[in-house]
């Protein structure tokens, strides 16, 4: 078991590389203080304050028109995803050339029924090669108590395991789509975080969440990069930002960083960038937002 020893260098040392590389995931590493990590808290309770009524007629899965692709119109957003410690642990495990693919805030507040089933993100993203890393950001604390991620060590490893559709109310997911056989979970590893700080997990990763069981909210940003050689299968050309390199493959069309906030119902990008994602990655007969 890895210690539980925040990694405070810039990059990945050879050594996380390997553990990466062999196991699929990599936690902790201390990207932000931990008063930075409150001030995007505040920032981000403040979003969700303005669109509480709004996101409580939602299902979970549904939530994404405001908690999916926020670094494209709010600039404090970009400032995550683009600030430079996260920047250099994921070049360490994808190279020097950088692309945002997305972005979902996954919030749990107190008593939230709200999980993630056991799923691989590469069953559905169409994203090739697997050159492809979610780095989950914590702003609050993260623990077994309130919903952390868990992983299943090594299952990038292996062929991509059979994935079945529940649109389960409480489930995070599009679809809520979950693994069709039996996942160990006594071999799954909890990551557990402090505000500030990040874990990192491959595509192929076997990986969920339970509810939130305890007094206080657990929020952390899902940020997917990926390296400019990978290659979106679905017809749509996908929106990226480059946030570090060069692009020498224009598989996607680049955006440019936000200069002033907006809102999901104002950025006419923030709406371009779902378009375009959810005809590649959703089915044609998804339900819609009720």
Partial sequence: MQPRVANSARKLTPEHQTYYQERGYYFPVRVFGEEEAAGFKNSFQEYLDRYAEQLSRLLPRDRRIYLTETHLFLPWVYQIISHPP????????????????????FPKLPGDKAYVSWHQDGTYWGLQPPNVTTA????????IEN?????????????????????????????????????DEAQAVDL?????????????TVHGSGPNNSRGPRIGLAVRYISPDVVQAGAARDLAMLVRGKDDYGHFDLVNPPDHASSPEESALHAEALRRKGSNILPQDYPSPK
């Fill in 136 to 143: 989950w950001i914590a702003l609050s604390a993260s623990t």
């Fill in 192 to 204: 557990v975080l402090r505000p500030g700080e990040m874990s990192l997990h491959h595509i192929g």
């Fill in 147 to 183: 919903g952390c991620m868990r992983v299943v060590p090594r299952t990038h490893l292996s062929a991509v395991l059979p994935q079945r559709e529940t649109y389960a109310p409480d489930n995070m997911l599009s679809r809520g789509q979950e693994i069709a056989v039996d996942v």
């Fill in 86 to 105: 996260v920047l250099d642990a994921v070049e360490s495990v994808l190279g020097p050339n950088i692309l945002v693919w997305g972005s979902q805030w």
